[in-house]
Structures are given as structure tokens and as C-alpha cells.
């Protein structure tokens, strides 16, 4: 694999931390591309369980270099911390590098993420609050903080001050809430800056030197299709891209670098937050689901909404990021539910049938998911180890899944192990 992009197929949560793990430990260089610590990988390795947020998978392995690229915004304080949790492990995080372009958030970015969404009341979006929606949005209008600026105190000073006095207007003339102390603020960031200097270099540039020197190269994201901000379930969506193509954009390489794309979804269907979820399962099946498959964030504990698998967004993603397979997760997790069923279309209530997943929610007033039904399974799977020992009807249930989503599977989760899974040609 000389370079391979690992992306979520759904809408986050679907265990690319695992898929991302496994990929990791036959990589050389790890390349995280966009996104905060609004998501997480949990990775269980040797037994011992990882809440990454920011750190690529990759740093499990002392001899991987580790690459944050421009697309991420980094929290100093959350990431310090999330380092330190590293170091309280006896993992290392020498071979760990940050782009320069990486934009900060900074506290008034999370002020104002919680004050926007209290503003939009029952229209709020159900972001995580963590800030990276705003940090986003001064990238974009091209007022934020990056890295480089905060490693270097005079230069961060003087943005801090001018970003800083900006956001105080806005936090106190629009939201009546209170204004930050600057010069606190810059003080305890400027400390944050000095703590970090050692990890900032140029991601672009190494990421290049690695790919010349012929080094195995994996690229891996927060979130999920679904939740691009321009191809997922807008307004509901993350303030990036994490489709393959916002890899390139991310973190600074062209696309001809990228080798093989991997989609990453589970045997069913889970989303955090407001947005439309049309295999939603609110009964007992979806509790079964939620509970047997510990549907509960990362970054928030908050429980994951659930439902059935969705052919539609899957082949959707298909399509979009371009994947060449996809590592189908918790295959187990349908353990003793029954028939299960797979959403292959939505009909609308003037009974239109939409087989491709729709530009705009409006779209999706109303749908009904259309279902095949396909025969579950009561056997314990945790124990295999290939596609032969599976039972049939687990073969049969992957099987259709290809052919609704026009994509091989090429990896199987069995359970939460890295050594759980079963991995095809």
C-alpha cells in the first residue's frame, strides 16, 4: 500500500480507527488531514484502548512518522493534554509533526460556537461545541491564528490582539455574552505555543520527501462523507472535507500521490446529532443495536442515533471519494436480531422512487425507506478469522451489500480487536 487514503462512509463512527490501525502498523508515514477534536478513533492495541482525537493512529508505532496536516485546527490546551495522555501510556511522540498552516482554536471560538448554536434554538445544528466550526470560518475570512503564528509570540500577539478585539464585538454587541481578556488569553497561548514549537514542520514537504523515497504512506480523517460540507447532509455537516478529495487539499499533495482508497462503514447505520437518518430505528431493535454495539461518542458520550445499513449514502460514497473497497465493521453487533434489512432506496410520499442520495434535505421530506429483507444469523462470528468460516447467511448479507453499493468489501469486523477482522484481496 504506498499510499492509501482510509474514509468514513457514513457518517463518522463507523471504526476507522481500527481499519486506520491495522492499515498503520504496515505504514511508514501517517498523515492526518482535516478536522479537530469535534471526533475521535477509539483503537484498541494489545489490549490497551486509545481515545485519539487529533494524533494520527499512527503514533502507536515508535518508528511511524506522524503528520498533522493544514486542514486540521488544532485546540493547544485539548492536544497538549491529549498528548500527555501519550506520554502517561509510554507511547512517544518524537516522530510527531505539525504543519505550520494548521489554524488554532483559540476560546473565543468555542464561546462563540456555543453562543450560535443557543441563538439558532430548535434550528440549532447539534455541533460538539469544541469551536471548530468558528476556527473554520476565521480560516476562511481569513482572519485565523495558524501555528506559525502561534510559535512565534510577537506575530501572535499582534493577531491575537486585532482577531481577539473583533471577537469581544461580537461576543458582547450580538450575544451579550462577556469579553475575553486579551492579554490573559495571549499570555496562556503564547505558553501553549512554546510547548509546541518542536513539533512544527513543513507536512507538505515531508509528506512529498516520503513519497519520493518510496515510503508506504497512509492518510487517514475526522468524520465522514456524509458530513462534508459540501457532499454530506448540509446544513447537518462538519466545516470540512472529509471525503479522499479534501486529503489532497488537507495536506498538501496531488492527487496522482494517492495509490488506493479505502470507504470504512459499519453492517448498519449510526449518526450523532440533528439531520435527517432515514433508516432510523427508534424501538427496540435500534436499542438492541445501540447497547450490543456500544453506540456512544468518542469525544462526547453522547448515544448514537441508529438504523439499519444504508445502501443509499454508502453507494454514494462510493462514488464520491472514488473508493476501491470498503472495510465493512460490527459485522457481529447483528448477532441475534433477526431478519435483518438493508435500505436499497427512499420513496417519497408522491411514491417518486430516489435510488442516489439527494443535493438538499428538502429531498428527503417524508421519505420512506425501501427495504430488502435478508435472513440474519444467531452464531458467534468474534472467532473468525476468514470469509470461509463466516455462516452463510453473514456471506450472503456481504455479498448483496457489494452489489447495492457497486464496491468489493475488502475487509470484515468480527469484533473490536484489531485482530477481529477478517481481510480479503
Known sequence: MPSSIVIGSQWGDEGKGKVIDILASQAEVVVRSQGGNNAG???????????????????????????????????????????????????STKNLKIDPRTHVVMPWHILLDGLSEQFRGNSDIGTTKRGIGPAYMDKYERCGIRMYDLVHPEIFRQKALS??????????????????????????????????????????????????????ILFEGAQATLLDIDFGTYPYVTSSHPVSGGVCT???????????????????????????????????????????????????????????????????????NGLDGLALNKLDTLCGLGDLKVCVAYKKPDGTILKNFPAAL????????????????????????????????CKAYIKRVEELIECPVCMIGVGPDRTQTIERN
Open 250 to 320: 488537507g495536506t498538501g499533495v496531488g492527487p496522482k500521490m494517492i495509490d488506493r482508497i479505502i470507504g470504512v462503514a459499519k453492517a448498519y447505520t449510526t449518526r450523532v446529532g440533528k439531520g435527517p437518518f432515514p433508516s432510523e430505528l427508534n424501538d427496540e431493535i435500534g436499542d438492541k443495536i445501540r447497547n450490543i454495539g456500544g453506540e456512544f461518542g468518542t469525544t462526547t458520550g453522547r448515544p448514537r442515533r441508529t438504523g439499519w445499513f444504508d445502501a443509499v449514502i454508502v453507494r454514494h460514497s462510493v462514488r464520491v
Open 41 to 91: 478513533h477509539t483503537v484498541v492495541n494489545n489490549g490497551v484502548t486509545y481515545k485519539l482525537h487529533v494524533v494520527p493512529s499512527g503514533i502507536l508505532y515508535p518508528d511511524t512518522l506522524c503528520l498533522i496536516g493544514a486542514g486540521v485546527v488544532i485546540d493547544p490546551k485539548n492536544f497538549l493534554e491529549e498528548l500527555q495522555m501519550l506520554k502517561d501510556k509510554n507511547i
Open 362 to 393: 428538502e429531498e428527503l421530506d417524508g421519505v420512506e425507506p425501501v427495504y430488502e429483507t435478508l435472513p440474519g444469523f444467531t452464531e458467534d462470528i468474534s472467532g473468525c478469522r476468514s470469509f470461509d468460516e463466516l455462516p452463510e447467511t
Open 163 to 216: 482577531t481577539g478585539a473583533l471577537k469581544n464585538k461580537i461576543i458582547t454587541e450580538v450575544y451579550g455574552g462577556e469579553a475575553f481578556d486579551l492579554e490573559a488569553v495571549i499570555a496562556e497561548y503564547t505558553e501553549y505555543g512554546k510547548q509546541l514549537a518542536s513539533y512544527v514542520d513543513d507536512v507538505s514537504v515531508l509528506t512529498y520527501e516520503a513519497n519520493k523515497a518510496g515510503k508506504t
